[in-house]
């Protein structure tokens, strides 16, 4: 066909047609992303050196905060959006996607986020929310989000609101997975109870849900949700990562379990390798051998109703 | 070019280390083959293509040093099989790759540019030009956090350009691709791979 193609040095930013283009092919868009990540583990980090840790460890994405959840926890007070400058500063030094966490409601965080060019912006009940009635219109945005959810009413409120990809609350910062496979297990098993109803009953289940008619259709039609669906919250060794693949999550993010372990390079490339593997015991066996300590854990029984950060949102 | 047998389903590998390798699944199927996930070399044995799917390179480029992929993916291509590359994966199959680069499979005489459009705010879709190889004609491309194709070599053909700039490639039994053909309906990327 035509010669050669652009010469070196040509990159120029904006893509073709970004300012035009509709609602409905920006979502699809947002998805897109969701759906490269998926099969991949995104990691907390607080500064460039943990991100590039996490990068060469085979993270597909970095969460870029100020504190992990398990120092939030520890430490109280409001806990915000992170620095521009700590989250520049660590889209500079990878070229993995970059995400980061805004409180919930808190429309002005995100246009911030939005402005800088972060990649996926995660509306997280691990911040102290600034709204505690209403989340972020996320179709209004041209950064594609992520949301926490404990059930399918609760993820497909946030997908009616615009997210492009769901991820399991769990208990951030607690070291402990069995939030996280309640909340799984909870998703999953009330999209395979939505697939076995008759159509008449559809919308009676979507009031009792609170969730949008068009997106229980959708789940009943498919039997999956119509974004990607991940897990988060509490995951610390390469078995969780491996429980919550087998459970149907179809990526991991881990926040504390990485950079509040003891030897936080070996055990990211571990559980990166038991994600990848997780259908493959000799392979999670070996993604154990050697770790040192993971973090320590929380029993949920001594963390009151009101410490649990899954309870932020709605 | 390797017939496939009538009425014998061509069985394609989809490199399953991390991205949108549950798609190219479903798009292989539908464009009528009998499709698989490859981690292991022994993975490639029977198979008569592959995918390498889109993803995140470096996490893909970890995955195959950590498994001992490169060679046996690049003896397996040099003995003809037929192989595609779409955006992170076309970044794999390249000669070499720019800004921050990975290490690459050079399975196709071109260089790519990592995230040559910008982050995920300038991702995009377009109907590309319309000077394009016969059978390719007004696909619509999906492009998320896009590589871009430079200085291909001769025996690279272009077989589609967006904005001039080629999008998809091949130099015989390799395709590269930096947009997404496995998001859309359009199945005619993956039947190339198949049975051109």
């Known amino acids: 066909m035509t010669s050669k193609g652009n010469g070196p040095g040509s990159n120029g930013g904006g893509g073709g047609g970004?300012?035009?283009?509709?609602?409905?092919?920006?979502?699809?868009?947002?998805?897109?992303?969701?759906?490269?990540?998926?099969?991949?583990?995104?990691?907390?980090?607080?500064?460039?050196?943990?991100?590039?840790?996490?990068?060469?460890?085979?993270?597909?994405?970095?969460?870029?905060?100020?504190?992990?959840?398990?120092?939030i926890r520890r430490d109280g007070g409001v806990a915000r959006m992170s620095a521009v400058d700590m989250i520049e500063q660590i889209q500079r030094?990878?070229?993995?996607?970059?995400?980061?966490?805004?409180?919930?409601?808190?429309?002005?965080?995100?246009?911030?986020?939005?402005?800088?060019?972060?990649?996926?912006?995660?509306?997280?009940?691990?911040?102290?929310?600034?709204?505690?009635?209403?989340?972020?219109?996320?179709?209004?945005?041209?950064?594609?989000?992520?949301?926490?959810?404990?059930?399918?009413?609760?993820?497909?409120?946030?997908?009616?609101?615009?997210?492009?990809?769901?991820?399991?609350?769990?208990?951030?910062?607690?070291?402990?997975?069995?939030?996280?496979?309640?909340?799984?297990?909870?998703?999953?098993?009330?999209?395979?109870?939505?697939?076995?109803?008759?159509?008449?009953?559809?919308?009676?289940?979507?009031?009792?849900?609170?969730?949008?008619?068009?997106?229980?259709?959708?789940?009943?039609?498919?039997?999956?949700?119509?974004?990607?669906?991940?897990?988060?919250?509490?995951i610390a060794t390469p078995p969780d990562a491996a429980l919550c693949r087998q459970l149907g999550a179809e990526a991991i993010f881990v926040g504390s379990g990485i950079f509040k372990s003891e030897d936080p390079e070996s055990r990211a490339r571990a559980i990166v390798r038991a994600n990848t593997h997780w259908d493959d015991p000799a392979e999670v066996m070996a993604a154990c051998r050697g770790l040192a300590s993971a973090m320590e854990g929380i029993e949920m029984s001594t963390l009151d109703e009101s410490e649990r950060l899954a309870n932020r949102g709605w | 070019m390797p017939q496939v047998g009538q009425g014998a389903k061509p069985r394609a590998g989809v490199l399953g280390i991390q991205g949108a390798f549950q798609k190219h699944l479903e798009a292989l199927e539908r464009a009528g083959a009998e499709a698989r996930l490859v981690l292991h070399k022994e993975d490639l044995d029977g198979l008569d293509a592959l995918v390498l799917p889109g993803g995140e390179s470096t996490t893909m480029a970890k995955g195959l040093d950590r498994l001992g992929l490169y060679e046996p993916i690049q003896a397996w291509a040099h003995a003809g099989g037929r192989i595609l590359g779409t955006c992170a994966g076309a970044i794999l199959l390249a000669r070499s790759c720019q800004n921050h680069p990975v290490r690459t499979l050079?399975?196709?005489?071109?260089?790519?540019?990592?995230?040559a459009y910008g982050s995920q705010v300038d991702?995009?879709?377009?109907?590309?030009?319309?000077?394009?190889?016969?059978?390719?004609?007004?696909?619509?491309?999906?492009?998320?956090?896009?590589?871009?194709?430079?200085?291909?070599?001769?025996?690279?053909?272009?077989?589609?350009?967006?904005?001039?700039?080629?999008v998809l490639a091949r130099e015989r039994n390799v395709l590269v691709s930096t947009f997404h053909p496995e998001l859309g309906d359009d199945l005619r990327v993956h039947r190339a791979l198949l049975f051109d």
């Open chain 1, 18 to 71: 970004g300012s035009e283009r509709t609602g409905a092919e920006t979502f699809e868009l947002k998805i897109g992303l969701a759906e490269m990540l998926k099969g991949g583990v995104i990691m907390d980090v607080t500064d460039a050196e943990q991100a590039k840790i996490a990068e060469s460890a085979g993270a597909c994405a970095v969460m870029a905060l100020e504190r992990v959840p398990a120092d």
């Open chain 1, 93 to 234: 030094s990878v070229s993995i996607p970059v995400m980061a966490k805004v409180r919930i409601g808190h429309i002005a965080e995100a246009r911030v986020l939005e402005a800088m060019g972060v990649d996926f912006i995660d509306e997280s009940e691990v911040l102290t929310p600034a709204d505690d009635e209403n989340h972020i219109a996320k179709h209004d945005f041209r950064s594609p989000f992520v949301c926490g959810a404990r059930n399918l009413g609760e993820a497909l409120r946030r997908i009616g609101e615009g997210a492009a990809m769901i991820r399991t609350k769990g208990e951030a910062g607690s070291g402990n997975i069995v939030e996280a496979v309640r909340h799984l297990r909870s998703v999953c098993g009330e999209i395979r109870g939505l697939q076995a109803l008759q159509s008449e009953e559809l919308m009676s289940r979507a009031r009792d849900m609170g969730a949008p008619y068009d997106l229980v259709r959708f789940v009943h039609e498919n039997g999956r949700l119509p974004v990607p669906n991940f897990a988060a919250g509490g």
């Open chain 2, 106 to 115: 050079g399975l196709i005489d071109l260089r790519a540019a990592r995230n």
């Open chain 2, 123 to 166: 991702s995009f879709t377009a109907v590309a030009d319309a000077v394009a190889a016969p059978g390719f004609e007004a696909m619509r491309c999906i492009f998320i956090r896009a590589p871009q194709l430079e200085t291909p070599g001769p025996a690279v053909e272009v077989l589609l350009r967006v904005d001039g700039l080629p």
